[in-house]
């Protein structure tokens, strides 16, 4: 299992596109999302458990206490069971599992886990140009916003099996993603990863 990650706008999506190209399974094709989320997983256990503990579901607003999380039982079998009943390797991606990161490394204590990494100023000027990025008004609430984020990054790279991944450092040299695919143990495709790269686009967002 391959988890992707980090603060929203930085690069989760790209990863995952990324991965996607090199094999990975991301669920039924009418279930992932043009952002490459899994809607079934996302809709049916990652915002019901926010809610569930009092954040905010989009991971915008209130944030969980990431340390004092309650456990869930039987969350790998429902995945499997459920969302993921392709062929491996699987990956999942979300932003907001930087929130409940603890819950997902419980039920895969084996998974991969790629963060994401961009220039706060830069994922700040994102969430603020961003449409559906509007639960902060103001710089300064989404450079608090990354801050916390930041937070949390400092026990996943302690706790978890942990690549991290600067995006731009990707869309200025595709040729940096055969760590991240050695990392989690695919065969590196230039070409696929060369296609799936789009600077332009990138660096607008």
């Known amino acids: 299992m391959i988890f992707v990650t980090g ?9 995952t596109q990324i991965l996607q190209a090199h094999g990975c399974y991301l669920g039924k094709a009418n279930r992932v999302n043009i952002l490459y989320e899994n809607i079934s997983i996302r809709e049916n256990i990652l915002k019901p458990y926010l809610i569930g503990v009092g954040a905010d579901p989009l991971g915008q607003d209130k944030l969980p ?5 309650p456990s869930v039982k039987g969350l790998r079998d429902r995945i499997f069971q459920e969302f993921l009943t392709g ?23 084996e998974a991969k886990w790629i963060l994401m990494r961009r220039d706060k100023d830069k994922i700040v000027d994102s969430c603020v140009r961003a449409l559906f990025m509007k639960k902060r008004n103001s710089r300064s609430g989404w450079e608090h916003w990354v801050d916390e984020h930041e937070k949390r ?6 706790e978890l ?8 450092k990707i869309v200025d040299d595709p040729q940096e993603f055969a760590e991240v695919a050695e990392f989690c143990k695919l065969k590196f495709r230039p070409d696929a990863t060369n296609a799936a790269i789009k600077p332009k686009l990138w660096h607008g967002s």
């Open 87 to 109: 062929e491996p390797p699987f990956a999942y991606k979300d932003a907001k599992l930087t929130l409940v990161w603890p819950i997902f490394h419980d039920a895969f204590p």
């Open 153 to 158: 990054f400092v026990r996943m790279r302690e």
């Open 65 to 69: 206490d990431t340390d004092h999380l």
């Open 161 to 168: 099996d942990l690549i991290e991944v600067w995006a731009d």
């Open 7 to 15: 603060c929203a706008r930085s690069g989760t999506s790209l990863a």
